[in-house]
Nanobody
């Protein structure tokens, strides 16, 4: 299993970035992919998740209306479109995947930071 995350960079507040996470070798019939972030000196936090069927999706409250998670099933890739970025969005962003019997089980595991597989992080820096 391999998850490759990329797309981070430096932007000014109000700007946009799109993160990508390409997955290969996934052993699950049913799975959910998510994005997480870890700011300097802080614990890793959940950001957003999407069922591989395309819905449902869930978001952490502070990114609702600004971030959009989506996936391309043909490319086995999940995206995180980040708009209206704020300095407090500065963090290393990670993608993860979790399998399970159903969406609720998968979402609960991701919300508890219990990913089955994790990608490497990609740094997002937002300057004021």
């Amino acid at each position: 299993v391999q998850l490759q995350a990329f797309g981070g960079g430096s932007v000014q507040a109000g700007g946009s970035l799109r993160l990508s996470c390409a997955a290969s070798g996934l052993p699950f019939r049913s799975y959910t992919m998510g994005w997480f972030r870890q700011a300097p000196g802080k614990e890793r936090d959940f950001v957003a998740a999407i069922n591989w069927g395309g819905s449902p999706t869930i978001y952490e409250d502070s990114v609702k209306g600004r971030f959009t998670i989506s996936r391309d099933s043909a490319e086995n890739t999940v995206y995180l479109q980040m708009n209206s970025l704020k300095p407090e969005d500065t963090a290393v962003y990670y993608c993860a995947v979790v399998g399970g019997d159903n969406w609720y089980e998968q979402a609960a595991k991701l919300a508890a930071l219990e990913g089955d597989y994790w990608g490497q992080g990609t740094l997002v820096t937002v300057s004021s």
